[in-house]
Each structure stands twice: as C-alpha cells, then as structure tokens.
C-alpha cells in the first residue's frame, strides 16, 4: 500500500462521489525548543499532506507545556514558516478551547466514566507493584479508585479527574508503523483526562481538538504510540467518529539512544539558524534521514516534498550524531 495516500477516503454505495476532505494538523508544543526531530516530524507531515490533498491545520499546543513564555507561541510559528511550512487556516491556540474540553468532561462524568481524584503520587507510588525498568508513568490501578463510581456532574474545583479504563486492548492501525495493540490498563491505568490546574490534560484536549479541527490524519513521533491508544479509548468513550488515522514516525535520538534533548548539543532549529544555517540545510539533512539521499545536501522544500516516499522512509530511529550538527554548520 502507498502510505502517502488515503484509501478510506472511498465513498459509500449511492453516494455522489464528493471526497471526503482529508485534514491533518501540525501541533507543536510553544517550548521555544523546536530541534531537528521536531523538524523532522512537520516536515514529512506537511509533505505528506501537500502531495496528498490533505488540509493543514496549525495548533499550538499550549496546554502541553507547563509554562507558556511571553513571545513563544509567535516564535514557533515563525520557525515553523521559516522552514518554509505553511498552513491553510488560522493557528489555534489550544487554551482558547477550554469550553469544548469541559463540555466533554461532562459528556464523560454522566455517563459515569470518570471520577475526580485527589491521591498524590507518593500515594498512588506506595500503591503500585514493582515499577518496570523504564517505565516513565506510574500505573493507576483499579484498587485506587473511589468506591463510589457511575454518573455524575463534572465540576472542574481543583481535583484531577480520571478516566476508568476497562481492561482489553485498545486495536488499530497504523499506517507507517503497522498494526498496533495497546493495553492501556495494564500500561498506564486509569488515566488523567484533567488536571487539578483546571484545565485537559493533553490526551483529551487532543482528542476533543482534532475532532473540532475535523482531523482525519495524525502524522507524529512514535513516542506518542502509547498515547494513541489511551486516545482511540477516549475517541470511542466520547462517541466520537471517524478516529483518525494514524502514521507514528520513528524519532530521531542522540547516539546514545535517547530521544533527541539538550544533553545532545544545542540542535535547536533556532539556534542553527542563528548561526547563518539555512533552511536547505536543515531539509538536506531530514532528506538524508528520511533516505530521499543517499548523502547530506541542501535540498529545497518543494523538492523534499515531491521526492519524499514513506515506502522507502527507514523504519528505524535516526541517529543524529557530530558528523550531521558539523555539516549543517560546516
Ligand atoms: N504537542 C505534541 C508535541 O509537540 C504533539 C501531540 C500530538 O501530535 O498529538 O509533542
């Protein structure tokens, strides 16, 4: 199968032929810290979009970063549109939709799959077995929920919620990474679908944008995997369809294996930029990630875009290194 083009855009029996219009979104994170994988991931998706009919949307994620600085959210953008992205709607601010993540809070609370929760994670700690070796989040079993569940009014008065996850596994497929199965209750438990700050917690406020946005296609970092089943469950708690289809790309790390982070070096895209680094240079270095070459060089964003294939893309993670920071800045 072509993983560049949308087969489930075919029209039901009956029905004139008007395509269903396709949309994905870029959702950066505004930490001031776009790096090169960051890069990376926007610029396949954008690719993939533009050769695929799809609509772009942009929304910054704000909600998803503990503390918003004042100019960053115009400052990921303008790294964003220097590397030559664009959009076709307004950029959404994701704080701004505060009412639509609360209207599906209480969508959730009467039908009684959540509950508001106020254990500290030293209680939840004490609770949980023997955390597995590289396990970042502790699991929430069903032992800790309130004895009292089943419908109820939400009401966001400085309590996290939960959702109540029911054992199984969560099925779908992936477009670039295959077939996955996640488990979300044996993973994670019952997870946090609002914080006591007052506002969603990143798996809903996503699920609830994109089906406002009308997102049909996720391009994103395969980190993120784990996240799209706890998401799929939500999309399917909320009555919410079509779910979106999914391409989890492989990350970009350091040598030593770890996700791409400071201790690697400065890779910022801004800071490269700051050194006179030009944005082919940024894109020849995706491309020779990506396998559009079989060696470093400056490549322009329109020719990124009609040679990209994810057919003949790596499957395994890229491993940025000094020889890729000395020829970018050579
Ligand atoms: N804002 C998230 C990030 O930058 C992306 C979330 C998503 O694509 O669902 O990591």
Redesign the pocket.
Known sequence: MDVGENPDSAQPEGHAAVARQEIT?L???P?GALHLG?ARTFLVNWALARTSGWRVAM?V?DL??PRVKPGVIEQTLDTLAWLGLDWDSDPVIQSDHAEAHAAAMETLARAGRVYPCDLTRSEIEAAASAPHEGEREQRFPPGLRPNTLGPRAFDDAGTNWRLIVEPGEIVFEDRFAGAQRVDPGAGVGDFVVWTKRGSAA?QLA?VVD?AAAGVTQ????D??ID?AGR?VMLYRALGISPEPTYRHLPLVRGADGKRLAKRHGDTRIDAYRAQGVEPSGIIGLCAYWCGITADRSPMDLAEFRDRLDLNTMPRSDVVFGPEDDAWLTG
């Open positions: 979104r959702a950066p994170s930490t960051n929304r994620e998803d970063t990143y996503v994109d996720i391009v994103r970092g980190d993120l996240s998401q």
